[in-house]
């Protein structure tokens, strides 16, 4: 089981949970990797401001779930800045985010 670290804010607290989901549906769904490819060509391509994000998630991509989830989920100020621009393709709904919280208690 992976270790969850310790967070400074919510902002950071919700980008794991979002990087977990999105690691999550992933590995369980490993022909969804195109559908992320797809995504941020579609929405990021045009943008300079998402260059860096761009480039990052082009060579995360490439890699298996595995290798996803561990460059996402690594505690280094990559696998931070990755969590913190994880493309919103998987939305977390309502009773998602009740069972996170519920989770945590």
């Not at 969850?4 to 999105?22: C, G, L, N």
């Not at 991509?61 to 800045?81: C, H, S, Y």
Request: aromatic fraction near 8%; proline fraction near 7%.
């Amino acid at each position: 089981m992976l270790s969850e670290p310790r967070f400074w804010d919510r902002s950071k607290r919700r980008a794991w949970d979002r990087a977990i989901r999105f690691t999550d549906r992933v590995a369980a769904h490993p022909s969804s990797i195109r559908q992320v490819v797809e995504w941020i060509n579609a929405h990021w391509a045009g943008d300079p401001a998402a260059a860096e994000s761009l480039r990052l998630w082009r060579g995360v991509l490439t890699n298996d779930p595995q290798q996803i989830a561990k460059l996402v989920l690594a505690d280094d100020d990559r696998g931070e800045f990755l969590r913190d621009t994880i493309p919103p393709i998987f939305p977390i709904g309502a009773a998602e985010r009740a069972e996170m919280l519920r989770a945590r208690q």
